[in-house]
């Protein structure tokens, strides 16, 4: 296991906590770019009027479709949060916030920033499904918010621990068929 420096001179384990739920949305994504592809060459063949270049044009789109519903994959271990897309990697110093914000609309994104200018925007359903991913995210920006170091976003991270805890407890409560 490898060890990094945290905040002072104590080390702690540097283990790395995963999105659990990327690999299935990934292959949601591959199923349903899949899906539209096998519908339109079937649709096209059938009307008689499918061409190589029809064919490509059709990949090419489920292509397009797969990339855009393929979700980043997030990982985190204490002090970073990598957010890893199909063209780029971005990372945040989780040890070293100085803001949090949620920007809300039809696709809610938490958005976080550092000191050194790192930033890292992701949906917060990610880290309300993964609280090992949470936990990692939370004690780290209550460090820096201790530091006094985070200056915008306490409300927002209130928020979501809030939120975070309520899908917890909803989990339990059905896995022990107390719901």
């Known amino acids: ?40 060459l079937l649709v096209d063949a059938g009307a008689g009027s499918l061409t190589r270049w029809r064919a490509v044009l059709w990949a090419a789109l489920a292509v397009l479709l797969w990339a855009v519903l393929t979700p980043p994959s997030v990982s985190a271990r204490p002090g970073l949060l990598v957010s890893r897309g199909l063209l780029r990697e971005r990372s945040v110093r989780t040890d070293r916030l100085v803001s949090v914000r949620r920007s809300d609309g039809v696709a809610q994104r938490l958005i ?21 991913l949470w936990r990692v ?19 927002a991270l209130r928020q979501l621990s809030a939120r975070v805890d309520r899908e917890t407890a909803r989990t339990v409560f059905e896995a022990s068929g107390l719901r």
């Open 112 to 132: 976080l920033r550092d000191t050194e200018g790192g930033r890292v925007e992701l949906d917060p359903r990610v880290l309300v499904a993964n609280p090992p």
């Open 137 to 155: 995210v939370d004690e780290d920006a209550r460090a820096c918010l201790a530091d006094g170091l985070l200056l915008c976003g306490a409300a």
């Open 1 to 40: 296991m490898e060890r990094i420096r945290g905040v002072g001179s104590a080390e702690r384990p540097a283990s790395v906590v995963r999105d659990g739920r990327w690999a299935v949305d990934a292959r949601f994504a591959c199923a349903c770019a899949g899906t539209l592809l096998g519908l339109l």
